[in-house]
């Protein structure tokens, strides 16, 4: 016979039917059982997976962020290549992208997942949270020639007051 779904694969909560589908809209928080529901190779559900071993970022915030960092990458993309010479005399070997009022720096970070050779990126926020680094380290982890520590930096100020193009790992 065929192989039916497991039903915990179902999200269950006191507000859904159990046969309800996994939503996309949820403030739940992905957790590394999660995982589980982002199958494939492709590079999206590469990040998923490292997202809920990271066990910190709402479900809702890791598609809209995803879709963000997709509509940044192909309005900016040739500014966000970052290899040298753009051969219009301008080098982009330097290209930083700077997340203002950036709380996780999620959409840092997808942006340097999904641009490999930009430079930096520069999460400004008053507060540090420790999702921050666990985001960072999960997705490190998943995607290691990226160099993402040495790539993602954190500022701890008002979007005011940051200077991002002096941005010290923070």
């Known amino acids: 016979g065929g ?6 694969l179902v999200d269950v909560s006191r507000n859904q039917k ?23 190779n492709d590079t999206f559900a590469a990040v998923a997976r ?7 970022l709402p479900r809702k915030e ?3 962020t995803w879709e963000a960092a997709l509509v940044i990458t192909e309005a900016f993309g ?10 219009d005399g301008e080098d982009r070997s330097a290209t930083r992208v700077a997340d203002l009022a950036g709380g996780h720096g ?11 050779t930009l430079a930096s990126a ?10 921050h680094e666990r985001l960072v380290s999960s997705l490190a982890k998943a995607f290691p020639k990226l160099r993402l520590h040495a ?15 002096n941005a010290t790992r923070g």
């Open 62 to 64: 890791l598609f809209e």
């Open 18 to 40: 159990p046969e309800t589908p996994f939503r996309r809209a949820s403030r739940s928080r992905l957790s590394p059982t999660d995982a589980r529901r982002f199958p494939g």
């Open 78 to 87: 040739d500014s966000l290549k970052g290899a040298g010479p753009a051969g």
């Open 50 to 56: 490292a997202v809920c071993s990271a066990d910190v």
């Open 106 to 116: 999620f959409l840092a970070l997808a942006l340097l997942v999904l641009n490999p």
């Open 122 to 131: 520069v999460v400004v926020d008053r507060r540090k949270p420790d999702s």
């Open 3 to 8: 192989h039916e779904a497991s039903p915990r």
């Open 151 to 165: 790539r993602a930096r954190f500022v701890e100020a008002s979007v005011a007051d940051a200077d991002v193009k």
